[in-house]
């Protein structure tokens, strides 16, 4: 197969893996809070490291991060990262109205964050499974507060062990109010492999 | 005002003092400044990885890794006549953003950081000053005639070193 069009299926591949796991979460999340969740089409990027990087966030603004390393058949990594309305907004919807600092929130808050995260997270995968029949499991969720860009190097740096170019599958989610996130979606080399194996596609190309 | 140069994951930069270097948003990734003592010539690498070994492509940009970034700066201030005993080193970087996800062998900050004194060791390039580790994200800039590397974060402000 050409090295183009390979590449296009590829994109295609992991822009339904999205949507399936984006829907599944965002499905998830409008049940928690009894809110409408509204989804992005997904977004799938395969570029050179640093490109990547000032694509997804040119202005590098403040973020908290939420981050998961995937293991199970496949591996990978999901990072799900909200604005600062996003995370006060949430934290309304959970813990009640409070004044809050986000540059300090306190571990009870923190908690909140990774918990309702981590059910983002784990409907995103059970999404994914169901399509690919194959089983995936979040680690635990760690939080970070901080600007963009040094919250997704680790996960890019984690792909650069094994892919010369970076790969990262990216959904915008909202509650068409103060609720932003972005699910970012870093698929690992076995992922690859076993997607193109799950829909029998022959692979040429490493 | 000086021309700014701003490097992105595992590119490296040389100039001769008519410009500033500059990393946005350093992570686990570690901003390594090898300049010469007596003039303004001066480099930076936003390196990513502690080894080339363990790294892919195998041909990626020398900044990519902490071994092959020494060595290409070094071998690069050689040719403009630069030794190496005349160079010295500042760097900033290696935080661990997700410490409860980053330890151990996932401590890639960390493991930077070891990978970086190892090479400059081995060519006697002494770290003069250094910001690094912890769990938070740093924007530095580094000007070649004070040799002072700025170092801003969110949490902390601004410092020089």
């Given at each position: 197969m050409a090295e183009k069009a390979f590449k296009f299926l590829f994109k295609d591949l992991l822009g339904e893996v999205g949507n399936i796991g984006t829907g599944s979460a965002a499905y998830s999340l409008s049940h928690l809070l009894g809110r409408k969740i509204l989804i992005n089409?997904?977004?799938?990027?395969?570029?050179?490291?640093?490109?990547?990087?000032?694509?997804?966030?040119?202005?590098?603004?403040?973020?908290?991060a939420l981050y998961f390393e995937v293991?199970?058949?496949?591996?990978?990594?999901?990072?799900?990262?909200?604005?600062?309305?996003a995370i006060l907004s949430l934290l309304k919807a959970i813990d009640g109205e409070k004044q809050r600092t986000l540059s300090q929130l306190t571990v009870h808050e923190i908690s909140c964050l990774e918990e309702v995260s981590n059910i983002l997270a784990c409907s995103y995968l059970k999404g994914i499974s169901k399509l690919t029949g194959s089983r995936l499991i979040p680690s635990i969720p760690s939080f970070a507060y901080d600007y963009a860009m040094p919250l997704i190097q680790f996960a890019l740096i984690k792909q650069g062990l094994s892919?010369?170019?970076?790969?990262?599958?990216?959904?915008?989610?909202?509650?068409?109010?103060?609720?932003n996130g972005e699910i970012l979606f870093f698929p690992g080399l076995q992922m690859k492999k076993m997607l193109f194996s799950k829909f029998n596609i022959a692979v040429h190309h490493g | 005002m000086a021309e700014k140069i701003t490097l992105g994951m595992s590119e490296l930069s040389f100039t001769n003092g008519t410009a500033t270097l500059g990393i946005?948003?350093?992570?686990?990734?570690?901003?390594?400044?090898?300049y010469h003592n007596q003039g303004t010539v001066c480099?930076?690498?936003?390196?990513?990885?502690?080894?080339?070994?363990?790294?892919?492509?195998?041909?990626?940009?020398?900044?990519?890794?902490?071994d092959t970034a020494i060595a290409y700066m070094v071998r690069k201030f050689a040719q403009e006549g630069i030794k190496a005993k005349d160079l010295a080193?500042?760097?900033?970087?290696?935080?661990?953003?997700?410490?409860?996800?980053?330890?151990?062998?996932?401590?890639?900050?960390?493991?930077?950081?070891?990978?970086?004194?190892?090479?400059?060791?081995?060519?006697?390039?002494?770290?003069?000053?250094?910001?690094?580790?912890?769990?938070?994200?740093?924007?530095?800039?580094?000007?070649?005639?004070?040799?002072?590397?700025?170092v801003k974060s969110y949490r902390y402000g601004m410092s020089v070193i």
């Open positions: 089409i997904p977004d799938v990027s395969i570029m050179p490291v640093d490109k990547l990087k000032s694509q997804l966030f040119p202005d590098n603004p403040l973020r908290g293991t199970g058949d496949m591996d990978g990594s999901i990072q799900i990262l909200y604005d600062d309305t892919f010369s170019q970076s790969i990262v599958i990216s959904t915008l989610f909202s509650d068409d109010g103060p609720l | 946005i948003g350093l992570g686990s990734c570690v901003g390594l400044v090898l480099a930076m690498a936003h390196i990513m990885l502690p080894n080339s070994r363990e790294g892919l492509p195998r041909d990626a940009n020398p900044g990519r890794f902490a080193a500042k760097m900033a970087g290696g935080a661990s953003m997700f410490k409860k996800i980053e330890k151990g062998k996932l401590n890639i900050g960390q493991r930077n950081i070891a990978a970086i004194r190892k090479a400059l060791k081995a060519y006697n390039i002494p770290v003069v000053a250094e910001d690094i580790g912890r769990d938070y994200g740093r924007t530095i800039e580094f000007d070649a005639s004070s040799k002072q590397l700025q």
